[in-house]
């Protein structure tokens, strides 16, 4: 059974910073294309980052780039998404979701994607 668990949301004060966690299980994340997303309340769901299995490429939305990083660890079989310099407009349900074909490098659309996890709830707010 394919199932991809988000963790870390939580609320913090802007300027801080998190690390949301992606967890697959019932198949080897390490193989294809991981996508974090996000849904504010009243907005569509929006790409935040991406990062292939091929060659660990990566590609970032540009309101989160310079504060935004994505990485993999296929050991643990995890994708992390470690945001820094959080701002009020970062708030948020984020969400992982993977490829289920192997493809080369990333999209940041979310039709690309087929497993998706439940979300978990960033909130920037002082």
């Known amino acids: 059974q394919v199932q991809l668990v988000e963790s870390g949301g939580g609320l913090v004060q802007p300027g801080g910073s998190l690390r949301l966690s992606c967890t697959a299980s019932?198949?080897?994340?390490?193989?294809?294309?991981i996508g974090w997303f996000r849904q504010a309340p009243g907005k569509e769901r929006e790409g935040v980052s991406c990062?292939?299995?091929?060659?660990?490429?990566?590609w970032y939305t540009d309101s989160v780039k310079g504060r935004v990083t994505i990485s993999r660890d296929n050991a643990l079989n995890t994708v992390y998404l470690q945001m820094n310099n959080l701002k009020p407009e970062d708030t948020a349900v984020y969400y992982c979701?993977?490829?289920?074909?192997?493809?080369?490098?990333?999209?940041?659309?979310?039709?690309?994607?087929?497993?998706w996890g439940q979300g978990t709830q960033v909130t920037v707010s002082s």
């Open positions: 979701a993977s490829e289920s074909q192997v493809h080369t490098g990333c999209r940041g659309t979310a039709t690309s994607y087929d497993y």
């Open positions: 019932g198949f080897t994340l390490g193989y294809y294309a």
């Open positions: 990062i292939s299995a091929s060659d660990g490429g990566t």
